[in-house]
Every structure is written in C-alpha cells, then in structure tokens.
C-alpha cells in the first residue's frame, strides 16, 4: 500500500500568517486530496484532485503538487483554521491517509 | 443538504460484535459508494471498505477482512457495519462517509466503540 509521510507533525502559525504542510506517497500517485478535523468532529473535504477547492472552503486555502510530492497551503492563517489536516490517496488499493498534521494558533 | 446520521456509542465486551449504521438523506443512497474509516484516540484514519448500496456490492481493506461486514437497506437508506471478534483494538471511532470517485465527500459524525470487558 501507498505510505503518506505528512511534515510538519505539528505546527503553530499566528494570525495572517502563510502555512505550508507537505505529503510525501512512497509511490507515485495521480492526485491527493485534503481533509480538515477539528477537535471531536469528523473530517471535513478541503481538496480534491490534488487542487480543487470543496465547496465552502474559503479560497485563502490551496493545493498543488505531482508525482510523490503535494502540498496544502494556506494564504493567511486565521483562528478558525486551527485543526488537523490529512492528506488521502486513491491511486492504488486500498486508499490511504497520512498521519495528519496538527495546526495550531499562536 | 446530504446528511448521514449514525448510531450512538457502543460498549461491547471482548469476543462479541457489534453493529453500528449510518442512515442517510438529502441525496439517492443507491447511487453513491458508502465507506467506513477507522480512527483510533490520537491516530490517523484507516479505510475499512465501501458498500455499493445500489447493488450490494462491497470491497474491503485486505486488513479488515473477517473483522468487518458492510450491509446496506435501501428500504431504509441505512448502511450498516458489523464487527466482530471484537479485541481492545477495535476500540475507536469509525466513520461512515460518502464516497465521490476517489475521495469521500461528505461524513457522519462518527460512532465511538469502545471494548471492554
């Protein structure tokens, strides 16, 4: 199966502030995709095929990336946008999701 | 609005099984893939399988096999997962979500299983 290394484990941006977290396939894959989960809720689509934006996310969140190497990114960091993100995979079965990455406010 | 309602947190003791459903509305159940995902406390998410309520058809993660059953009543709109020979690694919260391709679109709100004796 296609292994997700997510980096940062965890980070901490202040308001207005650029974020960046990265997810690393151990094989190639076609596209990814991005979820958001806060504290006690399920996860919540952000990105689909590797960069479109799920309906409702604000747009100062964005993908891009190819081959083994993606990246979620967020323009100017707000308070609400503190939770973890994962990224998920379905070029090959079965699909799979990276470690996450916790984002905090500072 | 595409709403999947599940059912409430489970106790079970270790050897039994369990069956948790996921009931929804606001979109035709029989048109979309319904998948379970597995979180442990303080884990990531692992997929289990999706069900295919139109027809039945189902395909599992190769790790849950004989661990987990999806099932599905299109009477009802309600899919359904049961696990059994339940072990302290079962204990997590799993997740119903909507399959869209090759992503999942829209999630329950998930149901806690926690084993133990």
């Known amino acids: 199966e296609i292994v997700l290394t997510q980096s940062p484990t965890t980070t901490a941006a202040s308001p207005g502030e650029k974020v960046t977290i990265t997810c690393l396939a151990s094989s190639s894959v076609s596209n990814m995709y991005w979820y958001q989960q806060k504290s006690g809720a399920s996860p919540k689509l952000l990105i689909y095929?590797?960069?479109s934006l799920a309906s409702g996310v604000p747009d100062r969140f964005s993908g891009s990336g190819s081959g083994t190497s993606y990246s979620l990114t967020i323009n100017t960091m707000e308070a609400e946008d503190a939770a973890t993100y994962y990224c998920?995979?379905?070029?090959?079965?079965?699909?799979?999701f990276g470690a996450g990455t916790k984002l905090e406010l500072k | 609005q595409v709403q999947l309602q599940q059912s409430g947190a489970e106790l079970v003791k270790p050897g039994s099984s369990v069956k948790i459903s996921c009931k929804a509305s606001g979109y035709t159940f029989t048109s979309y893939d319904m998948h379970w995902i597995k979180q442990q406390p303080g884990n990531g998410l692992e997929w289990i399988g999706w069900?295919?309520?139109?027809?039945?058809?189902?395909k599992y993660n190769q790790k849950f096999n004989g661990k987990a059953t999806l099932t599905a009543d299109k009477s009802s709109s309600t899919a359904y997962m049961q696990l059994s020979s339940l072990t302290s690694e079962d204990s997590a919260v799993y997740f119903c979500?909507?399959?869209?391709?090759?992503?999942?679109?829209?999630w329950g709100p998930g149901t806690m299983v926690t084993v133990s004796s």
């Open positions: 095929s590797t960069s």
């Open positions: 069900i295919y309520p139109g027809n039945g058809n189902t």
């Open positions: 979500a909507r399959g869209a391709y090759w992503y999942f679109d829209f």
């Open positions: 998920q995979q379905w070029s090959s079965n079965p699909p799979t």
